[in-house]
């Protein structure tokens, strides 16, 4: 009886817009369990094998919206209203694609676009690129945009298009090792070999840095460190030294501390960083020295 009573008010007009709206809140709750279930099964694979996040942050994404797509097209079936509305969207479907595709055009060009990164995968999730003039880190990869992370914490959300049509530097695709110039000018008048030993020395007793020798240049004794002469400046002989870390991150680490070890041994050993010197003529003192020569 009390069944009977619940189909015949969902057969009425109030009650097939409560089933639509029941529709609704059940789509919301199976697309937040799978999510939460795709995660845990991401995160029980991580633990056994290297998973890339890559394609399962795109997958979750997509199926996220494959759910809300099948929920919200059963909720308008069940009010005939809506039905009959969309059966009159479907008979003018030619117009309504031309008008679509203009209007989604480029809706459409992001997410092929991340179907083409999900796939081939120029980045991934966690990876260090430079795009343009930034460099962060890969935190998400969605079906419009990717969500890129810098050193300040801020976030750059860049489209899909955009970002696979650049140039992109990777500094984690297949070998995260970096290499890192450390450069130096120093005056004409200090000691050259001196300076590039002092170089050498800070560069491989610092911690982050690693050694890339293959046996061969071992042997060979090739330095861990190479030290070159790159040219000549105004005023400087311009040095440059190869260090090499594990990882980009390290290796600006590495950087900067090198930049103030290197200048506190130059100062020490007597090496000379020139800096320009300018002589400054006051326009009064050149009138004043004008002025006597013609009194004599």
């Given amino acids: 009886m009390v069944l009977e009573e619940v189909i ?3 057969d009425t007009g109030s009650g097939k817009i409560f089933l639509a ?12 369990f799978v999510r939460i279930m795709m995660k845990h099964s991401f995160n029980q694979s991580s ?17 996220s919206l494959l759910i809300y797509l099948v929920g919200i097209g059963l909720a308008v ?3 005939p209203a809506l039905r009959s509305i969309s059966v ?12 679509l595709g203009f209007a989604a055009q480029k809706a459409f060009s992001n997410v092929i676009s991340g179907v083409f990164i999900a796939m081939f995968k120029p980045f991934r999730v966690g990876d260090m690129i430079k795009f343009g003039d930034r460099i962060g880190k890969i935190e998400d990869i969605n079906l419009r945009h990717t969500v890129i992370r810098n050193f300040e914490n801020k976030r750059f959300i860049v489209p899909n298009s955009i970002i696979s049509d650049d140039v992109i530097e990777n500094y984690n695709i297949t070998d995260p090792r970096t290499c890192r110039f450390v450069e130096f000018g120093i005056s004409y008048d200090s000691d050259v070999d001196k300076a590039m030993k002092i170089m050498r020395e800070e560069c491989e007793k610092h ?16 330095p861990q460190v190479p030290v070159r002469v790159m040219g000549y400046g105004d005023s400087s ?19 900067t501390d090198l930049n103030r070890l290197i200048k506190k041994r130059f100062d020490k050993e007597g090496i000379e960083i020139p800096f320009p010197y300018r002589t400054i003529v006051y326009k009064k003192d050149v009138e004043k020295k004008g002025s006597r020569k013609r009194k004599k």
Avoid: Q
Wanted: aromatic letters at 12%.
């Fill in 8 to 10: 015949a008010y969902l």
């Fill in 237 to 255: 002989v311009n040095l440059r030294a190869w260090a090499w870390a594990k990882d980009p991150i390290s290796a600006f680490r590495m950087g």
């Fill in 77 to 79: 079936y069940t009010i």
């Fill in 207 to 222: 911690p982050e840095c690693i050694d890339t020798r293959t046996e061969a240049e071992k042997e060979a004794k090739n």
């Fill in 21 to 32: 709206m029941i529709i609704l809140l059940i789509t919301f709750f199976v697309e937040r």
């Fill in 88 to 99: 009159s969207l479907f008979a003018g479907a030619g117009v309504l694609a031309v008008v």
């Fill in 47 to 63: 633990r056994h094998i290297r998973v890339d996040p890559t394609t399962f942050t795109f997958m979750k994404h997509l199926i």
